[in-house]
């Protein structure tokens, strides 16, 4: 019975850490200097936990257009940040080190 009991407990635990992360965690890659994917939607009003995985050998920085992050990511390596909330609209970032290919968007809706 005590087995049982704590089974579903951790069942429970499982499945509310599945829907937050549905709901606000989300992934950007860095690959060959591009964003990956280039747009992304996001909800408004929402703080945004998001994991960016730089899969180039060079270190990238990411950084908002009109919205105030910046963060280095080196070669091979993750970070995480977090985003918003935000008001609906369009959010340009960028890969500062390679602005010419690195370029993408949020879509907050
Ligand atoms: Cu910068």
Do not use: C
């Not at 089974?7 to 591009?34: C, P, Q, R, W």
């Not at 408004?44 to 995985?53: P, W």
């Not at 257009?65 to 609906?88: Q, T």
């Amino acid at each position: 019975m005590k087995l049982l009991t704590s089974l579903a407990a951790g069942f429970l635990v499982v499945a509310s850490a599945t829907a937050m992360a549905e709901n606000t965690e989300y992934k950007l890659v860095i690959k060959d200097h591009m964003f990956e994917p280039i747009t992304m939607q996001l909800p408004a009003g929402k703080r945004i936990k998001l994991t960016i995985e730089n899969q180039d050998a060079t270190a990238e920085e990411f950084e908002g257009f009109h919205f105030p992050v910046e963060k280095i990511i080196p070669g091979n390596s993750k970070a995480v940040v977090w985003v918003g909330p935000f008001k609906p609209g369009n959010y340009g970032f960028m890969g500062e080190f390679n602005q010419d290919s690195a370029k993408g968007e949020f879509v907050v809706e």
